[in-house]
């Protein structure tokens, strides 16, 4: 009988983790054209309109997870995320999905057109849902685990800020402000869901479980972008 491996470290296990980096959709060829200015107008707005259809089901994610978590600590920070993204309804807060439908505005969509979907492509849409099944029916801590892609995701919101005032005139500055804010919000989840994660994944065999939950959420990222990409060729 064949031992069982010996688990990694806590840090040997974190650096495993961040080293999927290499599969983040960051480097997708279509991501890869749209910071160096090769997109046209078109692309952008086929882009900003799939993936609006991820903006709007992440609080439906996020509310699975809190629906399957009994700790009552884990839910009263979780939450925040939720108000992430749909604001408090006043007070100028108005969330992250109302940024990126002002994104969508800057861009030449209109709200109504956004909110439609009918510009979401199956392949993104069956991604996106695949997403959320997972975190409604796995353990919260597993689904916790799919979301530290977002530790590779302030890196991605620095080249648009960057990159897309210099190749993309057009569209006005003030679109931009989704990117803005999920840089500090990014680094603010991912302390909290690579403790949970780092914390739950004690055994060798529920580490590598962990690598392939978060290879998992990767390969969704990048099949919306393969989706679009054959979209708005």
């Known amino acids: 009988m064949t031992a069982a491996a010996p688990r990694w ?21 279509f991501n890869v054209k749209m910071n160096s200015g090769q997109l046209r107008e ?3 707005r086929g882009w900003v309109a799939n993936r609006f259809y991820y903006q709007v089901n992440i609080p439906l994610k996020d509310g699975a997870i809190i629906s399957n978590c009994p700790d009552r600590e884990t ?3 979780w939450v925040s995320r939720i108000l992430d993204h749909d604001g408090h309804g006043g ?3 108005e969330g992250g999905i109302e940024a990126w439908v002002r ?13 439609s979907q ?5 392949g993104v849409r069956f991604a996106v849902d695949a997403y959320v099944n997972f975190a409604r029916r796995v ?28 190749h993309y005139g057009w569209i006005a500055p003030e679109g931009l402000q989704y990117f803005r804010s999920r840089i500090s919000l990014a680094e603010r989840d991912v302390e909290h869901g690579l403790q949970v994660t780092l914390d739950y994944f004690s ?31």
């Open 75 to 77: 839910r009263r920070k």
């Open 103 to 115: 994104l969508g505005e800057a861009v030449g969509l209109e709200r109504d057109e956004l909110w």
């Open 139 to 166: 353990p919260w801590q597993e689904a916790v685990c799919s979301s530290l892609t977002e530790m590779f995701a302030p890196q991605i919101h620095k080249d648009r800020l960057a990159n897309w005032p210099v």
């Open 9 to 29: 470290s806590r840090n040997e296990f974190e650096s495993q983790l961040r080293a999927r980096g290499a599969g983040y959709h960051i480097h997708h060829p």
């Open 91 to 93: 007070g100028g807060d």
């Open 42 to 44: 078109d692309q952008i």
């Open 203 to 233: 055994s060798r065999a529920q580490q590598e479980r962990a690598l392939d939950i978060l290879q998992f959420k990767l390969d969704i990222l990048w099949s919306m972008l393969d989706a679009i990409e054959k979209a708005y060729p």
């Open 118 to 122: 009918r510009h979401v492509v199956p």
